[in-house]
């Protein structure tokens, strides 16, 4: 929402989520608030804490005393007013309930006993300085109904602990918080009130609200985009070369949507960012990544300057794959522009700067696309993290990816795929044999798709805006075998509606999961069958690897490489090699070269110049 008029963004007086805390008081029910707790919440048309927000809509319904606990700071409350108020209700150990008289005992044990009773009758009132008596109080106060009462308890869930886990100690706290929720009673239009608030639900004794009608649990949610515009607007003065927030509201706007999963003190890191780095806030993209990626080079400067060269360099190392080749070349060309079908033209650009998926048979160049791809982009092989998805095969191993649940084995680990990310920005992730994996995998996916973000079992959130994702799969490979068992291959046309066909089929049939494949588009790329034509190409490109190899080890190599290719080229003439693809080659010059090669070095360690050689009887190294 905006205000045309003034120029100024407006989002609702309250939160959401706050709202809906609003109803359920009137409803009469406790609540428990659980989620972004620590952030400044969005309440009468500004940003507060919490415990501040939820006091003030509590005084809207006319609490007459309001209240505040936690283990750390004690008992509190809003006003002096609403102190001596407590002071009152709690006055001559009202704070618990009276114990009655018991009826005189006789006998020596009855006489230890009478005393005993005396005794906790004569007792002196709690200090309140445990959580026992604190909430003893205020199970008290909330059970009169004189006086309208609310009271915030934060940090619940470390004073909790569920009932088949604690000792007799947290059995009677728990205990004495159910009851003050059951006991609270009618004051007036208003029932006496308890607002428990927990960082993490998953901690908090499911007892304590489960199939209790009395009692509300809702989650504290992620600022909207609307709320993260008003603030930013508020904070413009800060920026860097702050200029007047009427002319930046465009680059407010684009701050507000790439801040998408930010909580609202996160926002301030912004501004601080902004005058650290002396970066004014017109360029909102780099602010942001700086922000997100600290004082790192950012290697989708170059990439615009460098595409040029991208397919004579990838095609030395991807042989016989052109179209594969040229559609990632189209995707980082349409990365580096940033020229999309875009209904808000501030839209974020979070989302990944690539995302595809390669299918093909086995062997053909798709994880040697993926490395090749990680080493134009990011100068490193090594920003390429591969996932084996065969290792994903159970329904629980989606975990892995975000970190164990709380409770479980590993959880402060947090997740494989979120750690890489958080610590490596800018990367290609590669999740090799995709098929492979459980359903549910997908499900952490979609929302990296689609948004560029995911949040591991910590809290910690992972942005996958700088990354390339690319998924592999063999979907329809098998079928090929008979093309190549028939001697005459089909087209590139006939291969690609192939492996397309198989891949709805797996979606759209198998996993009844379509809307992968739409997020996906036309990231679909299939990599064409090995042809005979190209096994002369691959077989002098590994040579030449070889050779390279044995350099960097002291030896000189020269290789007969016509001998060697004919050699290769006899072995491929069989259609079970060509089913395997580059693995076959590699193979037959494993056996052919390399072993070879590996026991002459090692039988001649004095040789430092050597000719490689295939003849009738095999291969032939001599050495000078």
Do not use: C
């Not at 609202?264 to 501004?271: A, M, N, R, V």
């Not at 002396?278 to 300057?305: A, H, N, S, Y």
């Not at 053909?364 to 290792?391: C, I, N, P, Q, Y």
């Amino acid at each position: 929402m905006s205000d045309a008029s003034a120029g100024r963004p407006t989002a609702r007086p309250a939160a959401a989520w706050l709202e809906r805390v609003t109803a359920e008081i009137a409803r009469g029910r406790h609540v428990i608030i659980h989620g972004n707790v620590r952030d400044l919440v969005r309440w009468d048309r500004s940003f507060q804490p919490l415990r501040n927000s939820v006091a003030g809509l509590l005084s809207v319904f006319g609490y007459q005393l309001t209240g505040y606990y936690d283990l750390i700071d004690g008992l509190s409350f809003a006003g002096p007013d609403d102190e001596r108020e407590f002071q009152r209700l709690t006055a001559a150990g009202g704070e618990r309930p009276a114990a009655p008289e018991p009826p005189a005992s006789t006998g020596r044990a009855g006489a230890v006993r009478n005393r005993f009773a005396a005794a906790l009758r004569d007792a002196p009132a709690p200090t309140l300085s445990n959580p026992y008596d604190a909430l003893a109080a205020i199970r008290a106060v909330l059970r009169q109904g004189a006086t309208s009462s609310a009271f915030i308890v934060d940090l619940v869930d470390l004073m909790l602990a569920p009932p088949d886990r604690g000792g007799d100690a947290e059995r009677r706290l728990l205990g004495t918080m159910a009851k003050a929720m059951t006991e609270a009673a009618q004051t007036g239009p208003v029932r006496n009130l308890l607002v428990l608030v927990a960082d993490d639900l998953g901690t908090l004794p499911a007892w304590l609200y489960r199939d209790r009608p009395y009692v509300q649990v809702i989650e504290a949610a992620l600022p909207t985009f609307d709320e993260r515009h008003v603030y930013l607007h508020q904070q413009a003065r800060h920026f860097h070369q702050a200029a007047d927030a009427r002319r930046a509201s465009d680059d407010l706007r684009v701050l507000a949507n790439l801040s998408e999963g930010m909580a609202i003190t996160e926002l301030d890191g912004l501004w601080r960012m902004s005058k650290l780095q002396r970066i004014p806030l017109d360029e909102p993209r780099t602010l942001m990544k700086r922000t997100l990626f600290g004082p790192r080079r950012d290697p989708w400067r170059q990439v615009r300057d460098r595409l040029t060269r991208f397919a004579p360099a990838v095609e030395d190392r991807v042989v016989g794959q052109p179209v594969a080749v040229e559609r990632v070349r189209r995707a980082l060309t349409a990365a580096t522009v940033g020229i999309d079908f875009v209904a808000d033209p501030h839209s974020s650009e979070s989302r990944p700067k690539g995302i595809f998926f390669f299918v093909g048979p086995t062997g053909v160049g798709k994880t040697e696309l993926a490395r090749a791809l990680s080493e134009f982009v990011f100068d490193d092989e090594t920003a390429l993290a591969r996932f084996d998805m065969s290792t994903f095969a159970e329904p629980h191993s989606a975990e892995r990816l975000t970190g164990a649940p709380p409770g479980y084995v590993g959880h402060e680990r947090g997740g494989e795929l979120t750690n890489r990310v958080s610590q490596r920005p800018f990367s290609v992730l590669l999740f090799d044999e995709i098929e492979k994996a459980h359903a549910s995998v997908f499900d952490k996916f979609l929302q990296v798709l689609d948004d560029g973000r995911l949040t591991d079992a910590l809290g910690n959130t992972a942005y996958f805006s700088e990354t390339i994702i690319i998924f592999t799969s063999n979907l329809g490979a098998a079928e090929t075998y008979g093309w190549l068992d028939g001697g005459e291959l089909p087209d590139y046309d006939t291969v690609t509606a192939h492996f397309e066909r198989a891949v709805r089929e797996h979606f759209t049939t198998r996993l009844g999961r379509p809307e992968l494949l739409g997020r996906l588009g036309g990231g679909i790329t299939v990599f064409d069958i090995l042809r005979p034509e190209f096994v002369d190409r691959i077989v002098r490109k590994l040579l030449a690897q070889l050779t390279a190899s044995a350099g960097r080890q002291g030896v000189r190599l020269t290789v007969d490489e016509e001998a060697v290719v004919l050699r290769v080229q006899e072995v491929m003439r069989r259609p079970e090699a060509l089913r395997l693809g580059v693995r076959s080659i590699r193979d037959v010059l494993d056996r052919l070269v390399r072993d070879p090669l590996v026991g002459h070095v090692f039988d001649h360690p004095g040789q430092v110049s050597l000719h490689l050689s295939v003849g009738p009887r095999g291969t032939v190294i001599r050495g000078a």
